[in-house]
Structures are given as structure tokens and as C-alpha cells.
T-cell receptor
Framework: DGGITQSPKYLFRKEGQNVTLSCEQN?????MYWYRQDPGQGLRLIYY???????QKGDIAEGYSVSREKKESFPLTVTSAQKNPTAFYLC???????????????FGPGTRLTVL | GDSVTQMEGPVTLSEEAFLTINCTYT??????LFWYVQYPGEGLQLLLK?????DKGSNKGFEATYRKETTSFHLEKGSVQVSDSAVYFC?????????????FGAGTRLFVKA
């Protein structure tokens, strides 16, 4: 079955530690995204990538970093510089890099990160 | 910039009741409009979409019409089921002043009682 996988489902981190969230897709999609979801709020875009080896900052990129070395993978690192990292993180992909934001986005199941 | 405003929840309905969740938007250009649904503990999944004015998106008994004159994309269903309980997000994608990015509303939680 095609889809997006995120791991782990739950992640706990101590303050001051970096942590990397995994996102893999086998849909052969060009574009991939990372969103942050906080309780009672809509999704906020962290980073996106329309093509391999290229990515752009979203609205809340500070304290986060990404890489896109392979088409199917788009890992997100939450660094110690992120002041309030506890949240639900969603990865998504869409078919076309050119029409990225007008295409349907397909979401993974999410990773819930808690900073202790 | 571009924005999406949807009605606050939670919305509580009895099974077989009529559902409306209001969504209005602000955008320039020719954005696409979406409704996504999120079940507890899961990611979002597309419910329906419309790509131009007067288009009607429909899926699983849900419908929404892209109204440019009222800048609205209200979600409706004639008879809800308990299994429709979820959070519903209205979204706009490809609006020029939003940097062409997808803008999500805050979400509306729906509870359906048996």
C-alpha cells in the first residue's frame, strides 16, 4: 500500500537535546511538507520541499532543520533552539512540485513530541 | 495576507441531523479550497476539494461549493453518523498573497451522539 509513514508515534526529549523525526513516502510524490499542530489551532508550516536537494522555510522555521537527500525521505530535526517544541508534528506530501499547494496533500499519522 | 476563518466548535449533533460548518476565506488570485478531516490520534485526510468558482466538491455525503461572491466554502451533510465525529479543517492553497502556501483554518470539532 502506498502512503506516508512517520516514526516514532510518541517521542520524549529532555530540554537541550536535538531530536529527529522521520518521514518516508512511497507515493512517488515530488513535494513534501512538515507542519506543527498545537491544541485548538490549525496547522502551521515549518518547512517544505518541492524537489530533491531543495527546501524552503515555512512560517515557523526557527529552531528546526530539514534535509531532502532522497525523494522519498524528508526528516525534521527539532533543535535545542526551538523554545517550545512540545506539539504534534505532521508530515505530508503532494504529487507535483510545481503546483505544490494547489494539489491534495497526503498526511502521515503524526509524531507527538513531548519535552520533559 | 491570505486567511481562512471557520466556525468555532465544538459542534454537537444527534445522529441523522443536518450539518453545516461555515468557512470563509480571504485570498487573491485563484486558490484551490479544501476540506480535510482528522480522526483522533491520526493525520489529516482529504474530504473534498474545489479548484475554481462554482465548483462543488463532494465525498461520503459531504458537499461544499466554492462561492467566490461570498468568499465561502461551507461544508454540509444531510444526515450525520456517529462515525463522522472528528475535527474538520477548511484550507486554502495557492493564493497569491499567502505566498501560494496552504493556509488552514483552526478546525471545528464535531461530536455526533447516537
Amino acid at each position: 500500500d502506498g502512503g506516508i509513514t512517520q516514526s516514532p508515534k510518541y517521542l520524549f526529549r529532555k530540554e537541550g537535546q536535538n531530536v529527529t523525526l522521520s518521514c518516508e513516502q512511497n507515493l512517488n510524490h515530488d513535494a513534501m511538507y512538515w507542519y506543527r499542530q498545537d491544541p485548538g489551532q490549525g496547522l502551521r508550516l515549518i518547512y517544505y520541499s518541492q524537489i530533491v536537494n531543495d527546501f524552503q522555510k515555512g512560517d515557523i522555521a526557527e529552531g528546526y532543520s530539514v534535509s531532502r537527500e532522497k525523494k522519498e525521505s524528508f526528516p525534521l530535526t527539532v533543535t535545542s533552539a526551538q523554545k517550545n517544541p512540545t506539539a504534534f508534528y505532521l508530515c505530508a506530501s503532494s504529487r507535483s512540485g510545481q503546483g505544490a499547494f494547489t494539489d491534495t496533500q497526503y498526511f502521515g499519522p503524526g509524531t507527538r513530541l513531548t519535552v520533559l | 495576507g491570505d486567511s481562512v476563518t471557520q466556525m468555532e466548535g465544538p459542534v454537537t449533533l444527534s445522529e441523522e441531523a443536518f450539518l453545516t460548518i461555515n468557512c470563509t476565506y480571504t485570498a487573491t488570485g485563484y486558490p484551490s479550497l479544501f476540506w480535510y478531516v482528522q480522526y483522533p490520534g491520526e493525520g489529516l485526510q482529504l474530504l473534498l476539494k474545489a479548484t475554481k468558482a462554482d465548483d462543488k466538491g463532494s465525498n461520503k455525503g459531504f458537499e461544499a461549493t466554492y462561492r467566490k461572491e461570498t468568499t465561502s466554502f461551507h461544508l454540509e451533510k444531510g444526515s450525520v453518523q456517529v462515525s463522522d465525529s472528528a475535527v474538520y479543517f477548511c484550507a486554502l492553497g495557492g493564493g497569491r498573497t499567502g505566498g501560494f502556501k496552504t493556509i488552514f483554518g483552526a478546525g471545528t470539532r464535531l461530536f455526533v451522539k447516537a
